[in-house]
């Protein structure tokens, strides 16, 4: 079985110390947290009265959710200015979390310093802009460099209004037709480009009236200093003495700064690795429980992993918690372990395709392996090519060990190794059967068995599966299932018989036995009452979940697609055959093709794309079509997939070796509604 067993770990301490024993649990990443009070409500928890528990059961009774919801939006402020003003990339670092702190000291110490470096900080920016506006003004001043009066006396007069300003050609040329009609003295100074610089004086009282005509030609006024006097030469050396004092002041600010990040780089980084971790704890709160002096924590932990976090929590903190270990299996729990699958590496990769239908049960047997097996045969069966074979395996490892998309490059390279393997046995190689004999048949020139064969193998899964459906009853000790439902001990029967019968007829051209008729009749009856057969058989209370009249209606409609859908599930497996004579049908249309082009360079062009078109178009169908059967031939009569995924609290860190740890506690929402979509997708173009 590859669902590992679990425990329920329970952790009971101190208030002050919730934080503390979270970030321990986060860091452990084995603990999938479940609902304090849901676990102590439960009639299956007991906790023995002693001295050491006296004051926990004192407090059981009063027990009430963990309300706290910290806001992080100022601390995250303070890091992540903090990170993006020294440039530091933000990480998440095991050395930063393992030490032993207090967050709300640590953030005050960290506020501290951004107080201090944005003081610095803000006054560096400060400077850079009083030296942007000196260098405008030197910009504007050297247009008046050649004059030789005071600008201070000439740009303060009382009553009149002195402007330096800039417009296109094309506007000044307006401005000089219509200078008579102009209130001001104008004179142009430069042409830069497509700009002409130019001065205005008038009345203060005629200023209004100047404004709006200037607008209208768009206008770009040019600052002038009004502090400095002296001739704009004077007041150009006096800015550029101005400049080089701010600049070295600059520069011993800028010297400030890099001697705090020196200083503190070890802090700024530890910053944002237990502002990351933190949120994370505040996010489990709302599973805990609390008291008045104490907190309660429940989590399901892998058995493998119980020892280690035990150990942890009384390492670090003694006596002042109390860890609790129960087994899962005791009666009267409501609570439902999550499921963590534990496959062998061959087979993990298709750990994927089996969660897109459903998380395995806890109690029910694992199909990876089953799927995985049966998947590359159904693949390989129906795309068996030994070149195509080949680029898949290929590309499968290259997304698997270069890339690091394990799921899919996984999956890839195993369907691609199949593929493979029934290439040689139909000695295909790119779609041509010239290259190599087949080591035992050739689609193409036996089509009926190729045809019988596929379906023959359906047969073969599909009892397996019924097995499979008897199994996961058993384990769980489903009575209706395993021995009355129709894809249960009944139903196998039930297929049995129908085959031998239909080879009979068929085959051997015999008359339908009469005693096959009434077992099969009598099995449908005992399909119909399943229920009240099985609640008997246990001693159940009620015969009946529902309603009787319901049930029988329900069960009756249940008889008719039993023998509808056990045909079509069978015929469904011809698909296998026809998708292997189809492989070679798609290379000969591509092949004629070729043969019809002029030069040997056209036909391999032809062929080349050919085979690239059927890599990826057909590859793909052939890849839905193998999940469709397995998700609608085989899941349907033996796995439910009702179970609970094992999302232990995690988060991404690297580990002080540098070494990236892949820790979530969030399911990926993403994947999940992709994989919706391609269910929804195979439902509606290729369901039954």
């Not at 990339?89 to 030490?99: A, N, S, T």
């Amino acid at each position: 079985m590859s669902v590992e067993k679990m425990k329920i770990v329970g952790v009971i301490g101190k208030k002050n110390l919730l934080s503390r024993v979270l970030r321990l649990v986060v860091l452990n990443g084995s603990v999938h947290t479940i609902n304090a009070l849901v676990r102590v409500n439960s009639s299956d928890f007991f906790l023995p009265p002693s001295e050491k528990n006296i004051e926990v059961l004192e407090e059981l009774p009063f027990l009430k959710p963990c309300s706290s919801k910290k806001d992080f939006t100022k601390d995250e402020e303070v890091v992540k200015s903090l990170l993006s003003l020294f440039d530091i990339k933000p990480q998440v670092r095991e050395e930063y979390l393992g030490q032993d702190y207090n967050y709300d000291d640590f953030m005050k110490q960290l506020s501290d310093i951004y107080d201090r470096v944005y003081s610095t900080a803000d006054e560096i920016e400060e400077k850079m802009r009083s030296i942007n506006k000196k260098r405008e003004y030197i910009n504007s001043l050297k247009y008046l460099s050649r004059f030789d009066f005071d600008i201070g006396q000439l740009i303060c007069i009382k009553y009149l209004a002195f402007r330096l300003i800039k417009i296109s050609r094309e506007n000044y040329d307006k401005l000089k037709r219509n200078y008579e009609n102009i209130p001001a003295v104008v004179l142009k100074l430069a042409v830069e480009s497509n700009n002409v610089i130019v001065v205005s004086i008038t009345p203060v009282i005629l200023e209004e009236i100047l404004e709006k005509i200037f607008r209208s030609l768009n206008y770009t006024l040019l600052p002038l200093p009004v502090e400095f006097t002296g001739t704009a030469a004077k007041v150009i050396e006096e800015l550029n003495s101005a400049i080089d004092k701010e600049e070295k002041v600059i520069e011993s600010l800028k010297k400030s700064l890099e001697d705090y990040k020196v200083k503190y780089i070890i802090e700024l980084k530890k910053g944002y690795s237990r502002l990351e971790i933190e949120k994370k704890i505040e996010e489990l709160k709302s599973d805990m429980a609390n008291g008045d002096k104490l907190f309660f924590m429940f989590g399901f932990v892998p058995v493998s992993n119980v020892a280690k976090l035990k150990s942890e929590l009384e390492a670090q903190f003694g006596g002042d918690v109390i860890v609790l270990v129960d087994d899962v299996d005791k009666g009267g729990s409501n609570l439902h372990p999550p499921t963590k699958l534990s496959n062998m590496k061959l087979f993990k990769p298709f750990e994927t395709l089996v969660k897109m239908y459903g998380t395995p049960a806890y109690y029910e047997k694992d199909p990876t392996i089953f799927f995985g097996l049966t998947y590359m045969l159904l693949f390989g069966a129906m795309f068996g090519d030994v070149g195509q074979g080949l680029i898949l395996l290929f590309a499968g490892l290259i997304l698997e060990l270069v890339l690091k998309k394990g799921s899919l490059g996984g999956v890839l390279s195993r369907i691609g190794l199949s593929s493979t393997v029934f290439g040689f046995i139909y000695g295909s190689v790119f779609g041509s059967e010239k290259i190599i004999p087949p080591l035992i048949i050739r689609p193409m020139a036996n089509i009926n068995y190729i045809l019988i064969t596929g379906v023959v193998f359906g047969i073969a899964l599909i009892l397996s599966a019924y097995i499979y459906n008897i199994i996961n009853s058993g384990i769980e000790k489903n009575v209706e299932r395993g021995l009355f439902s129709r894809n249960g001990a009944a139903g196998l029967i039930f297929y049995l018989i129908l085959l031998y019968t239909i080879f009979r007829v068929v085959v051997t051209h015999s008359s339908i036995s009469p005693a096959f008729i009434y077992i099969m009749i009598g099995l449908l009856l005992l399909m119909v009452f399943k229920q009240p057969l099985a609640n008997k058989l246990i001693h159940a209370d009620k015969l009946y979940q529902k309603s009787p009249a319901n049930y029988y209606i329900e069960e009756g409609f249940g008889v008719i697609e039993t023998l509808l859908s056990i045909i079509s599930n069978t015929l469904s497996f011809i698909r296998v055959g026809a998708f292997a004579l189809n492989h070679v049908g798609l290379y000969v249309a591509f092949a004629t093709m070729a043969k019809m082009m002029t030069t040997s360079w056209g036909s391999l062009a032809i062929l080349v794309s050919g085979n690239i078109i059927i890599i990826a178009l057909e590859g793909l169908i052939v890849f839905i079509q193998a999940l469709r059967l397995e998700y609608y031939e085989l899941f349907t009569k033996y796995f439910r997939g009702d179970g609970i995924e094992y999302v232990p609290a995690k988060m991404e860190f690297i580990s002080s070796t540098g070494k990236r740890i892949n820790l979530f506690h969030k399911k990926n929402i993403f994947c999940n509604i992709g994989n919706i979509y391609l269910y929804n997708i195979i439902n509606l173009k290729w369901g039954s």
